[in-house]
């Protein structure tokens, strides 16, 4: 969990450094789901999820989400999809997988355990291409358990 929150505040840096000449804009979707455009760079944090029994956090409302899984904009042209854990308060596969249809480019990184949901739910959703890369939650080296 570290290193992935690590890297979002690495990614999160160098899009400010990228785009020092841009303006930085930082939508808020739900809970803790961001959406950070910066110049042309654009990636989405925790935002793509959908249970709507969750009652503890604010959950997209359908209108949100139809305009996350179509890439209707600001969330079109998305470079990345950052999942930081699989909970549902964060993640929805189908979700995901709504939005990689409409917007093929864009990457998504999480831990083993999103990615696996994402891979289960990939059967389901035919020959959809998808570009997706996995950050290993192995302990960097040198680092007791």
């Not at 899984?69 to 699989?86: E, R």
């Not at 979700?95 to 831990?111: E, I, K, T, Y």
Request: charged share 20%; proline share 7%.
């Amino acid at each position: 969990m570290r290193r992935l929150a690590a890297f979002s505040a690495i990614f999160c840096a160098l899009l400010a450094v990228h785009a020092s000449a841009a303006s930085v804009k930082v939508h808020y979707v739900a809970n803790v789901g961001f959406l950070i455009e910066a110049g042309s760079k654009k990636i989405l944090i925790d935002a793509p999820f959908d249970d709507p029994t969750i009652d503890y956090c604010h959950v997209p409302d359908q209108a949100m989400l139809d305009r996350i899984g179509d890439s209707v904009a600001p969330f079109d042209d998305l470079d990345l999809i950052l999942v930081t854990h699989g909970h549902r308060d964060h993640f929805a596969p189908g979700q995901v997988l709504r939005h990689l249809a409409s917007d093929p480019g864009c990457l998504v990184a999480g831990p083993p355990q999103a990615i696996e949901r994402l891979r289960a739910k990939l059967t389901d959703a035919g020959d959809l291409a998808v570009r997706k890369f996995h950050l290993d939650s192995a302990r960097p080296p040198g680092r007791q358990q």
